[in-house]
């Protein structure tokens, strides 16, 4: 019975030792991922994103079994047909807002040492995994002739078209027939109510500048008159405020 206590015994630290060995081999490995946000504060988790300007990413080497080594990261941005990143980072996370048009190639190097132990994860390793892509449409930015600011719910705002996208600088102006300005604002989301100084303003015709900039280095610069129709429902004519 002794004996076999002992022998019981001896097998355990046998096992014991070779499952420190296997823990103590384990090498440093990264998973990295990538996470957008887009203008409507929507999240998506993926390797591959298409979508408008601004786009936030954020990116992660998520490393494990690091252990005892000493970890370094280079994160490389580059457009598709370049060599050379446009923007390169050094840590273990980072966020950036992709405001080009284009296709991005996101990479990240790392390489982990404990003495004369080196692992590297370089370019070897992504021609094997693929890198990870962000693609940015081209801009589109159109302003509508006319609005019904009369509370039904329907084209009550005069602001950007519907469609829009990759607008990355924005700033709009109302003006009156005597070229005093009513209001502006710097979000294409947002728009005018039809009101100074939070009274309405007198149906009639007004007229916008927009000075815009898209992701694809389109430069916008609207001028046009605005009709405003208070009397205007969506049954008097069919869709004439949108033109």
């Not at 990355?168 to 109510?193: C, M, S």
């Amino acid at each position: 019975m002794t004996i076999y206590r002992k022998i019981l015994a001896l097998s355990m630290l046998i096992a014991t030792t070779f499952a420190q060995a296997d823990v103590n081999d384990e090498v440093p490995t990264i998973s990295p991922t990538a996470t957008y946000t887009d203008i409507n504060g929507e999240e998506t988790e993926s390797n591959e994103m298409s979508g408008q300007a601004p786009l936030v990413g954020r990116f992660k080497a998520n490393p494990s079994n690091v252990e005892g080594y000493t970890a370094t990261y280079e994160w490389r941005f580059t457009k598709e047909g370049e060599t050379s990143p446009y923007l390169t980072r050094y840590e273990e996370e980072t966020e950036y807002t992709f405001n080009m048009a284009g296709s991005h190639s996101i990479v990240v190097y790392a390489t982990f040492t404990k003495g004369d132990d080196v692992i590297q994860y370089g370019q070897e390793y992504w021609d094997e995994t693929g890198s990870m892509r962000v693609t940015i449409s081209e801009s589109k930015l159109e302003m509508p002739n006319a609005f019904s600011p009369n509370g039904d719910g329907i084209n009550d705002i005069y602001k950007a078209k519907d469609g829009y996208q990759s607008i990355v600088e924005f700033h709009a102006y109302i003006f009156n027939r005597w070229g005093q300005k009513l209001f502006e604002w710097t979000n294409p989301a947002d728009g005018w109510d039809g009101k100074y100084k939070g009274k309405d303003v007198a149906q009639g015709v007004y007229f916008v500048l927009v000075e815009a900039k898209g992701a694809d280095g389109k430069t916008y610069k609207i001028k046009r008159d605005v009709n405003l129709l208070r009397g205007f429902t969506e049954s008097t004519t069919n869709g004439g405020t949108t033109e």
